[in-house]
Nanobody
Framework: QVQLVESGGGLVQPGGSLRLSCAASGFTFSNYIMSWYRQAPGKERELVAFITSVGGRTNYADSVKGRFIISRDNAKNTVYLQMNSLKPEDTAVYYC????????WGQGTQVTVSS
């Protein structure tokens, strides 16, 4: 079975940093695009970043470009999201998604940016 487990969320002050991790299992991790989404209260889920399998190309939402970095460690079946210079508007539940079959989601991890 495909499983995605996010970790690393929490409460952070504006300007601070967090690193999210998503541990994947149940599929050949290195063959697939991995992505991070987020959903703030009352808002639709939005794509934050993705990273491809072949070539390791990355892309980011304009709102996070220059602040967030997506990376993957295929040996560990893990995708990361390094979040720097965090803003209150980054507050959301962050979800890992694997572009496999119908698409698979992790359970989400809460990130709260507040003073």
């Amino acid at each position: 079975q495909v499983q995605l487990v996010e970790s690393g969320g929490g409460l952070v002050q504006p300007g601070g940093s967090l690193r999210l991790s998503c541990a994947a299992s149940g599929f050949t991790f290195s063959n697939y695009i991995m992505s991070w989404y987020r959903q703030a209260p009352g808002k639709e889920r939005e794509l934050v970043a993705f990273i491809t399998s072949v070539g390791g190309r990355t892309n980011y939402a304009d709102s996070v470009k220059g602040r967030f970095i997506i990376s993957r460690d295929n040996a560990k079946n893990t995708v990361y999201l390094q979040m720097n210079s965090l803003k209150p508007e980054d507050t959301a539940v962050y979800y890992c998604k694997a572009v496999v079959g119908p698409g698979y989601w992790g359970q989400g991890t809460q990130v709260t940016v507040s003073s």
